[in-house]
C-alpha cells in the first residue's frame, strides 16, 4: 500500500469515526497515530506521542485563546448582553422589525468582548427572545434573526477561529483582527436589511414597539458604556502598539471582570462558572488541536498536501475558481463539522496550495489575510445551514416552542446574504485588506 492511499484511509477512518459520533479529536488522533504508526515504527510512534503535546501547548500564541474565552464569559455571566439588547431595542425598537435588528446589533457588540458564535447565540437569545415573543414577533423571524446573529460571534474581533488560523499560518493577528472589521460590518449591514425587507414583504411576522423618550434611549445608552470602553482599550492597544494580542486579551479579561463587578450581577457562583466554562471550552479547543496535529503529522508523511498543492497549481482553471471551489468545500464540512475542527484538519494541507496560486497580483501575506478572511466568513455559514447549524439547535434549544423547520425556513434570506458578502469578499480583496492599511501604514 502506497502512502497516498494510507492518506485516504486515514481521511476515510476519520469520517466513520465521525458518524459514530466519536469526539472529532479522537476521530482525527486514531485514525492519525495508525497511519503514522504503518508509516513509520512504533518507535517513531512514541517520540511523536512524547513531543507533540508539549510542543503544542507551550506555544506562547495560544494563551491568547482561553483569555478571550474568559473574557467572553465574565460578559455573560455579567449580564452585559442585557445591557447591550437594552440600548439597541431603545433606538431601533420602534421600527418594524426593529427588535430583531436589536438582537443583530447586541450581538456584534457582544461579539466583541466574546469571540465565540455559540456563546452569543446562547446568550443573546436568553435575553432578546422572551422580550421579542411578548411584543408578538413571529418565531421564524425570531429565531432566525438569533441564530444568523450570533455568527458575528466569531466574525467580529476578537474571533476564536481567526486565532486559530493566524497560529496555524503563522500570521499576525492584530492584522487579519483589522481585515475581519470591514467584512463583520457588511455582515451586520446585509442582516439588517433582510430584517428590513422581510418585514416589509411579511409585516404580520414583527410588530413595531411604542418608541421612547429621548431620555430612555441614552439612559439606556449610558448602560454599555464599559463594553465601549472595553472593545477601544483592547484594540486601540494592539494597533496603538502599546501591548500584543495576547496582553491584550489579558487587559479584555481583567476589564471585563470589573466591569460585571461594577454592574453587581457577578457573584461568586457566576465567577466560579466563568472559569470553569473557560476551563472546559479551552480543554476541547487544545483536545482538538492535538487530534489535528496528529492527523497532519502523519499526512504530512504521505506527501498529500505537497502533491496537493502541486496538483491544484497545475490545473488549467482559473485560480478564482479553484479558491471557490474550496469555498464550497469548507460549506459542506459546515455539515458535518464545527469551525475549529475544521480549520484544524484542512488549512495545513489547503493553504500552501493557496498560497501557489497567482490571485489579483497579492503577495504573501495578503493573499494569505485575504484567504483567512474568506474562510471565517464561510465556517460563519455553516453554522447556521442546514442540516447541521450549530447556532439553530443552540436557539432552538431555548426557544423550545419554534419548531427547527420554522427556523430554518427564516433562516434562508439571511444566508442569501451571507453568500452575497462573501462573493463580493471573493472577487474585491480591497474589501478585506483595505483596513490594514490605515492600522499597519
Known amino acids: 500500500m502506497n502512502p497516498g492511499e494510507i492518506g485516504l484511509l486515514m481521511f476515510a477512518g476519520m469520517l466513520v469515526l465521525m458518524a459514530l459520533r466519536v469526539p472529532i479529536a479522537a476521530a482525527m488522533f486514531i485514525p492519525g497515530a495508525l497511519g503514522y504508526w504503518v ?8 517520540n511523536m506521542l512524547k513531543g507533540s503535546a508539549v510542543a503544542r501547548l507551550t506555544v506562547y500564541d495560544l494563551s491568547v485563546i482561553p483569555l478571550f474565552l474568559l473574557m467572553g464569559q465574565f460578559a455573560t455571566q455579567g449580564g452585559l448582553s442585557r445591557a447591550l439588547f437594552k440600548a439597541a431595542a431603545a433606538f431601533v425598537g420602534h421600527i418594524r422589525g426593529g427588535l430583531a435588528m436589536a438582537a443583530v446589533l447586541s450581538a456584534a457588540a457582544f461579539g466583541a468582548v466574546c469571540g465565540s458564535s455559540v456563546a452569543t447565540s446562547a446568550t443573546i437569545t436568553q435575553v432578546a427572545y422572551p422580550e421579542m415573543k411578548a411584543h408578538g414577533y413571529h418565531g421564524r423571524l425570531t429565531t432566525a434573526a438569533l441564530a444568523s446573529g450570533g455568527t458575528l460571534g466569531i466574525l467580529v474581533p476578537p474571533s476564536v477561529p481567526l486565532v486559530v488560523y493566524a497560529i496555524l499560518t503563522e500570521q499576525n493577528i492584530g492584522k487579519l483582527f483589522a481585515a475581519a472589521m470591514l467584512p463583520a460590518l457588511l455582515a451586520v449591514i446585509g442582516y439588517l436589511a433582510v430584517i428590513a425587507l422581510v418585514c416589509r414583504w411579511r409585516p404580520e411576522l414583527a410588530t413595531p414597539s411604542e418608541p421612547l423618550p429621548w431620555a430612555a434611549r441614552w439612559r439606556a445608552l ?5 463594553i465601549a470602553l472595553i472593545f477601544v482599550t483592547v484594540f486601540g492597544g494592539i494597533y496603538g502598539g502599546i501591548f500584543s494580542p495576547t496582553e491584550a486579551a489579558a487587559v479584555g479579561a481583567v476589564g471585563t471582570f470589573l466591569a460585571a463587578l461594577v454592574r453587581r450581577e ?12 473557560t476551563a472546559e ?3 476541547m479547543v487544545f483536545m482538538i488541536f492535538l487530534g489535528a496535529d496528529m492527523m497532519n503529522s ?7 498536501p505537497a502533491r496537493i498543492a502541486e496538483w491544484v497549481g497545475h490545473l488549467p482553471v482559473a485560480p478564482l475558481v479553484i479558491v471557490g471551489a474550496i469555498l464550497a468545500l469548507y460549506i459542506l464540512l459546515g455539515c458535518v463539522m464545527d469551525e475549529l475542527s475544521m480549520m484544524l484538519l484542512t488549512i495545513p494541507v489547503i493553504f500552501p496550495a493557496v498560497m501557489s496560486l497567482e490571485l489579483f497580483g497579492l503577495a504573501a501575506e495578503p493573499k494569505a489575510i485575504w484567504f483567512g478572511i474568506l474562510v471565517l466568513m464561510t465556517v460563519g455559514i455553516g453554522l447556521t445551514a442546514p442540516p447541521v447549524g450549530l447556532n439553530v439547535y443552540v436557539v432552538n434549544s431555548i426557544a423550545k416552542d419554534v419548531p427547527m423547520h420554522e427556523t430554518y425556513k427564516g433562516v434562508l434570506p439571511f444566508l442569501a446574504s451571507d453568500m452575497l458578502r462573501l462573493l463580493l469578499l471573493l472577487f474585491f480583496p480591497g474589501l478585506t485588506l483595505g483596513m490594514i492599511g490605515l492600522f499597519f501604514s
Open 281 to 283: 471550552t479551552s480543554a
Open 298 to 304: 502523519a499526512l504530512a508523511l504521505t506527501q498529500m
Open 222 to 226: 449610558l448602560g454599555v458604556w464599559p
Open 266 to 277: 457577578l457573584d461568586r457562583a457566576g465567577i466560579i462558572r466563568s472559569f470553569l466554562g
Open 39 to 46: 508509516l513509520t515504527n512504533d518507535m517513531a510512534l512514541l
